[in-house]
């Protein structure tokens, strides 16, 4: 097996071009490396990549199949592809739908976290509750006032007992980390708070998922959610306010036009108006991250923190036999 690793232009180191079949966002000396024999199978995650896979695709002349995980949002580019509950995608015959993202915690970076950080937190005392704060993202407001109300409903819903450990993320804006860090700030013996940013070597996230007792997880953070929810111990939901911004508006104005709630599914599907605005390239299929809420909150691996932590523990079923078996599928194996 040849592993041959992708190097984008400096100008698309965050940059998105538009999708099509190309190695021209790639650094040169990358691009030039990628020749024949092509591979059978790719597995593509995001714009960049896909795009490099649906030119080895041409290149190939067809025989290599692309998987694409994630947003099908150019489906009929791709021979499968595997996309979560929270992706508004219609059924087609390319596209196998999975209930949870396909996020496998990694359990040796979390166990040697808890190693390292033992003796900084097993003297806390105890339950030990981890508060995992994201940051604003579409349609959610996470910011000062909503930080004030995340401690106030913490406080309410552990009743004092133990320590609260707040760790903030990359979205983490600096209104709310300075909300946390006033409300933190009146209660040392009992609370801790880590501030995200770029150079932090001390970051106690990976051991907060090892030796914390109980979680308190921001709704707008889909890794967090999901890598909690696989630690079979209690998890609380902070549902984080509605935002005001254009983009959040549009969202929320927009999404009982172009979806409806489907009983059967017990998910919003996309209307037929909706896919065709899709194939027309006028719209992208969008998110709902609720999707995922309602799934932790209705299987009891969660609740929302006004009510308490969940009591039903238990590992999340990944589905990762029907993904797999739907890629063998093209394969033909």
């Known amino acids: 097996m040849q592993e041959k690793a992708l190097a984008f ?31 059978d199978l790719i597995l593509a995650i995001g714009r960049r990549p896909a795009m490099v896979a ?85 349609p959610y407001a996470l910011g000062a006032r909503a930080g004030d109300q995340l401690v106030e409903q913490v406080r309410l819903a552990t009743r004092g007992e133990g320590t609260l450990y707040f760790c903030t993320s ?69 549902i984080p306010p509605l935002g005001f911004r254009p983009r959040s508006l549009l969202a929320r104005l927009s999404r009982s036009v172009l979806y409806g ?11 037929a108006m909706t896919n065709a605005l899709f194939y027309a390239g006028v719209i992208h299929y969008a998110r709902d991250l609720g999707a995922i809420h309602r799934q932790l909150l209705t299987s009891g691996r969660a609740e929302l923190l006004a009510s308490g932590f969940a009591s039903r523990l238990g590992a999340l079923n990944l589905e990762l036999d029907k993904a797999a078996g739907r890629v063998s599928e093209l394969l033909d194996v």
């Open 9 to 39: 232009k400096p100008a698309y180191d965050q940059g998105k071009p538009w999708l099509r079949a190309s190695f021209s966002h790639l650094q040169s000396e990358v691009a030039e490396a990628l020749v024949p024999p092509w591979p």
């Open 54 to 138: 649906l030119e080895i695709k041409r290149r190939s002349q067809g025989k290599s199949k692309i998987v694409l995980l994630g947003r099908p949002r150019h489906r009929h580019h791709f021979d499968l592809v595997i996309t979560p509950a929270h992706f508004l995608a219609p059924e087609s015959e390319n596209v196998c739908r999975v209930p949870w993202p396909l996020m496998v915690p990694d359990e040796a970076s979390i166990e040697a976290a808890g190693r390292a950080w033992a003796s900084r937190l097993n003297h806390l005392k105890r339950p030990l509750t981890a508060v995992l704060v994201g940051g604003a993202t579409v």
């Open 170 to 238: 990359r979205r983490s804006g600096q209104a709310l980390r300075d909300a946390l860090q006033s409300k933190v700030s009146q209660r040392p013996d009992s609370e801790r708070l880590f501030e995200w940013m770029p150079d932090a070597k001390d970051n106690p996230y990976h051991a907060l998922l090892a030796l914390a007792d109980r979680f308190v997880v921001t709704g707008d953070s889909l890794s967090m959610m999901l890598e909690v929810a696989q630690r079979s111990k209690p998890l609380a939901l902070y």
């Open 261 to 271: 709630w489907h009983d059967r599914t017990q998910r919003f599907e996309p209307r």
